[in-house]
Nanobody, 124 residues
């Protein structure tokens, strides 16, 4: 069993930055592909970014490329999402997710664990 706890959300002005963190319990964190998803009101949950177990491979949604960076520290059982140049359309609840199998391009359909989510609100 893996528990994921997100933190770092909040209210920020357009153009600002936030860093989300996801702390994971469990000894096998380093073997999981990790991802950040988001869900805005009335919209489906979408993949924002994913990172391989080693951190060597990443995948980003087109809408965040060049603005967001996903990283992980396996020694701390933590995955991060650095968000810069934030836009009002980035407003959503952001969820951390873990997949035992699959890679950064297939994580959408292979999630084993979800965090509870953290709200990010970007004002214009």
């Amino acid at each position: 069993q893996v528990q994921l706890v997100e933190s770092g959300g909040g209210l920020v002005q357009a153009g600002g930055s936030l860093r989300l963190s996801c702390a994971a319990s469990g000894r096998t964190f380093s073997s999981y592909t990790m991802g950040w998803f988001r869900q805005a009101p009335g919209k489906e949950r979408e993949l924002v970014a994913a990172i391989s177990w080693s951190g060597g491979i990443t995948n980003y949604a087109n809408s965040v490329k060049g603005r967001f960076t996903i990283s992980r520290d396996n020694a701390k059982n933590t995955v991060y999402l650095q968000m810069s140049s934030l836009k009002p359309e980035d407003t959503a609840v952001y969820y951390c997710a873990a997949a035992e199998r699959g890679g950064v391009y297939s994580i959408r359909t292979l999630i084993n664990y979800w965090g509870q989510g953290t709200q990010v609100t970007v004002s214009s």
